[in-house]
């Protein structure tokens, strides 16, 4: 399927080779859509994240899965099998012509197939080997099976989301994938910008624990420097420490997070239900903010009140008046929003073989001289065996061989 | 070598967390980042989680931990003589990053045609709430309210209670990953061609792709999403759950996704007589009565401790972990520390202090915290003496009129 570039792109001239599960998906994407030339290596017949649902209209099918979709457009695509050694050969004559390579495989296994950054990087000295792993290259658990829950779990995001009425709750989403694919893309970026300076490359290890015990903001810092084990509390925010209130009150329609600012008590007051909070000390002193039985009250009255609105009326009559108060949106709301549609935020994206063309999220950054773009749909299975291979001087009869004998 | 990226200069007028984490992994790297702050007060959260809960604007753990490395100046931004002093600075620096609403660097001149004056390959990086443009640019908004506006805190909890979400900032973090990526990438971009560039950065938008296949069911199946506790949407797979340990609210999670993992597990609680019942036997059957297997299962991980668990199913090939907490992070878990998660570093009023460290290891530049953040204003004569050139006697003068 032929790409479409109209402008120039960051990464238009890095080459990637991708050999990942969901752990280095998105990695690979960022990379894609910023103009990268991002060759995945699938197993003959296609990876396993194909089967991961949804599906399109609910036909579960290799070509069909919304996840794969999502998670890889604007890549290229090959399929090899590294249990044979033709296949071998080939990933290490892709290997030589590539500027970054992203695995997820477990430690250790590309090593044992000759094929470990050191021995690649032989051939190849300004290789960027990006290796995204559960828990870090070796120790007790490196060989652990680790999907999201195990990742969110294991970093301490997880411990943290929740009421204390429930079990601690797993965040929407795959947030242990992405919060390493991030990271990950980072260390191979600083290494791109090394390599600029000296010319070689290097190996760039990720951990999904470690990137997800990055990412928590207060439970660490607070056990660092106060010996308080923040555990979950809700919607409550952990600036606040531990407590008995959140940070999302009922709307007539649904819910308002109030994080961010006092309620509007001249308003409240108008409509007769601020109750006593006009003049109230919990405003004026923290100390309350902390007492259970206070900011039960404080928060009761509120929600009593946000009840009697509309979650948008509450949200854009409190913005007027400097209260960052904003709408708990379903993904529908999401997608009706006006704000995110004046952005163009979501993009349409031909998929020609079924004759359709999608909505796909857009674009997490605005560049003004080399924008984001989804160059094409996820590739098919094997879709550029013929380019790729074709480039290392592979005839139309080689490949068919290697097909028929299980190597792509 | 130095850090990877030793010699790059970024003047950062981001404050709070979402802009601040961008430029964190950048100071890991070697970079020298200029952290602009107001005369007076800093940053805002210079007095969350204070050291030993003494107060002090150079005692915040919070600031510590994400400003790690980096400088610090002061200046009084309202006033011209302060505006004088950046523009001056501009064309020292690689990149200038803000997170301010819309209005706030035009007002000070600082907007990116300016700097693209001051210097003319200038990457600016302005990482926003709600971006630029759009009927909410001049919203306010902090990492709860995006992930409210998201989705994502509607569809985390349980389909039987209200909605839940991240108990922090978690949008901070991704609006400061795509942050940093942008910068990396608009650096690359530069190298090759010699130009700057301009990037408006939505942390909303930053976020929104991490829902992204709930977005496309939506769009492209009509299908809304819905809360599923912690089970899957789209992918079968039971027991998939938290369940509780023996000990003090202790709770491990579970996962088994194959008939072969569901073998593995069946076999690593000794086959109890349950696990052969009809409506156990495949994976939709064991969707279909997930409440009634998640009892059983939390039958038996109730006499365990969640790290029991984790190690007695994983030596049997199945996923299983314990729910860390931050002491058992930062004081127990054995795997961080093999990776050299935590480090130590000095601050020169708190002392020498415990940091979370590399979230990746570079071979060959491999970053480091290298001290802890700077005291309010503690590189203004670094900064304005040795960088722009200022005598003692006009930074004293600049003090004295309280412009620094």
């Known amino acids: 399927m032929a790409e479409t570039r109209d402008h120039p792109q960051a990464l238009e001239d890095i080459r990637v080779l991708e050999l990942a599960d969901e752990k280095g998906l998105y990695c690979g994407k960022l990379l894609a859509d910023m103009g990268a030339q991002v060759i995945k290596v699938e197993r003959p017949g296609g990876d396993p994240t194909r089967d991961i649902g949804p599906f399109y209209q609910d036909r579960p099918h290799r070509e069909r899965s919304l996840f794969f979709w999502h998670y890889n457009t604007s890549k290229q695509d090959v399929t090899l099998s590294l249990e044979t050694p033709e296949g071998r050969g080939l990933f290490r004559r892709l290997a030589a012509k590539t500027d970054i390579i992203i695995e997820t495989t477990l430690p250790g296994s590309l090593e044992a197939l000759g094929l470990g950054y050191d021995s690649l990087a032989a051939d190849n000295p300004g290789l960027i080997m990006t290796s995204i792993t559960s828990f870090g290259p070796q120790g007790p658990y490196s060989q652990y099976k680790a999907p999201d829950i195990v990742g969110v779990a294991m970093g301490g995001m997880m411990t943290v989301c929740g009421e204390p009425e429930t079990p601690p709750v797993q965040p929407y989403g795959g947030q242990a994938y992405h919060a390493v694919s991030c990271q990950a893309a980072i260390g191979a970026l600083i290494a791109l910008y090394a390599r600029g300076l000296t010319g070689r490359g290097q190996h760039v290890q990720a951990s999904m624990q470690a990137a997800v015990a990055f990412s928590t903001e207060f439970t660490n810092l607070w056990w660092i420097y106060q010996k308080l084990n923040l555990k979950r509390h809700g919607s409550r925010h952990g600036a606040s420490g531990p407590g008995p209130v959140g940070n999302i009150c009922h709307t007539k329609d649904g819910y308002i997070c109030i994080m ?25 002193n923290p100390a309350l903010r902390r007492d259970p039985q206070v900011s039960l009250h404080v928060f009761g009255l509120t929600d009593a009140w946000t009840r009697t609105h509309s979650k948008m009326k509450l949200f854009h009559a409190c913005q007027a008046q400097q209260i960052n108060w904003a709408p708990v949106y379903s993904l529908e709301e999401v997608h009706a929003d006006p704000h995110i549609q004046a952005r163009d935020f979501f993009v349409e994206i031909e998929h020609p073989e079924l004759g359709a063309r999608f909505e796909y999220p857009g674009a997490p950054y605005k560049f003004g001289e080399t924008p984001w773009s989804i160059r094409r749909r996820a590739p098919l299975v094997g879709e550029d065996n013929s380019e790729v291979y074709g480039a290392l001087g592979l005839s139309k009869e080689e490949l068919a061989l290697l097909a028929q004998a299980g190597v792509i | 070598m130095e850090g990877a990226l030793a010699g790059l200069r970024v003047l950062d007028f981001t404050w709070v967390l979402a802009g601040p984490s961008s430029t964190r992994f950048l100071a890991d790297h070697g970079a020298q980042i200029i952290k602009v702050e107001q005369r007076g007060t800093g940053d805002r959260v210079r007095q969350a989680v204070l050291a030993d809960a003494k107060p002090g604007v150079n005692r915040g753990g919070y600031f510590n931990c994400i400003n790690r490395g980096k400088l610090s100046i002061t200046l009084n931004m309202g006033d011209p003589r302060a505006q004088g002093l950046v523009r001056r600075l501009v064309p020292l620096c690689d990149i200038v990053v803000d997170n301010f609403r819309p209005g706030i660097m035009e007002r000070w001149g600082l907007d990116y045609e300016n700097l693209r004056r001051l210097r003319p390959d200038i990457i600016a990086l302005s990482l926003s709430g709600m971006g630029r443009t759009g009927p909410y640019a001049g919203y306010g908004s902090f990492g709860p309210n995006l992930q409210a506006l998201s989705g994502i805190t509607y569809l985390t909890g349980f389909p039987w209670r209200d909605p839940v979400g991240f108990g922090y900032s978690y949008s901070d973090y991704t609006g400061g990953w795509a942050g940093a990526l942008a910068m990396l990438q608009a650096l690359h971009y530069r190298r090759r061609t010699g130009q700057g560039q301009f990037v408006d950065l939505s942390q909303l938008e930053a976020l929104l792709p ?24 789209g992918q079968p797979a039971a027991p998939h759950g938290a369940y509780r340990c023996r000990g003090d609210d202790q709770w491990c999670v579970i996962a088994v996704f194959t008939p072969a993992e569901w073998e593995a597990f069946c076999r690593a609680l000794g086959n109890p007589p349950w696990a052969v019942d009809p409506k156990f036997a495949s994976v939709t059957a064991r969707v279909q009565h997930q409440d009634e297997l998640d009892r059983l299962v939390e039958e038996w991980t109730g006499q365990r401790t969640p790290d029991q668990v984790m190690e007695h199913l994983q030596s049997h090939g199945v996923a299983a ?34 940091y979370e460290g590399m979230p990746f290891k570079l071979s060959e530049t491999p970053g480091a915290v290298r001290r802890g953040s700077p005291l309010l204003g503690e590189h203004n004569d670094l900064v304005f003496g040795e960088l722009l050139g200022l005598s003692p006697e006009e930074i004293a003068g600049l003090k004295k009129a309280e412009v620094i």
């Open chain 2, 210 to 233: 991490m829902l992204g296949v709930g977005l496309m069911d939506l769009t492209v199946n009509g299908r809304q999403a819905t809360r599923a506790g912690n089970r899957l949407p």
């Open chain 1, 260 to 284: 961010g600012g006092n309620p509007p008590l001249d308003w409240m007051e108008r409509e007769g239900l601020a109750g006593d909070l006009k003049g109230h000390p919990y405003w004026s």
């Open chain 2, 321 to 354: 972990a314990a729910v860390r907490e931050a002491p058992d992070l930062i004081d127990r878990d054995p795997q961080l520390r093999e990776f050299g998660f935590w480090v130590e570093a000095d601050h020169p009023e708190l002392g020498r202090r415990l």
